[in-house]
């Protein structure tokens, strides 16, 4: 099992940054990527960025150019890097750690996949 820690997050204003890290914990020689997927109000859950334990990182399109995914090993933590933020930008981002490839394939499944618990970006005009 491998357990997720989310920090950062929270609210600013159109054009602004902000940084999200994601500590793992537990089982993590068994993770193959780690990701962040967000979730809108009535939107499905959809892929923001990942990396994988090689360093090759996927990004989604409406946040290509402007976010980066980062990975520090010896801390065990993921960083995203949110730039020139949007209003659209605006969800509860969820860190997760999959043993398989999906995540960079914009899918997790249950049985291979932790998430963490999920922490709110609020983008203001």
């Known amino acids: 099992q491998v357990q997720l820690t989310e920090s950062g997050g929270g609210s600013v204003q159109s054009g602004g940054s902000l940084n999200l890290s994601c500590a793992a914990s537990?089982?993590?020689?068994?993770?193959?990527?780690m990701g962040w997927y967000r979730q809108a109000p009535g939107q499905k859950r959809e892929l923001v960025a990942a990396i994988t334990g090689g360093g090759t990182t996927f990004y989604g399109d409406s946040v290509k150019g402007r976010f980066s995914i980062s990975h520090n090993s010896a801390k065990n933590t993921v960083d995203l890097q949110m730039n020139s933020l949007k209003v659209e930008d605006t969800a509860v981002y969820y860190c997760?750690?999959?043993?398989?490839?999906?995540?960079?394939?914009?899918?997790?499944?249950?049985?291979?996949?932790?998430w963490g618990q999920g922490t709110q970006v609020t983008v203001s005009l």
């Open positions: 537990g089982s993590i020689f068994s993770i193959y990527a």
């Open positions: 997760n750690a999959d043993r398989t490839m999906g995540t960079v394939q914009g899918f997790c499944v249950p049985a291979y996949c932790s």
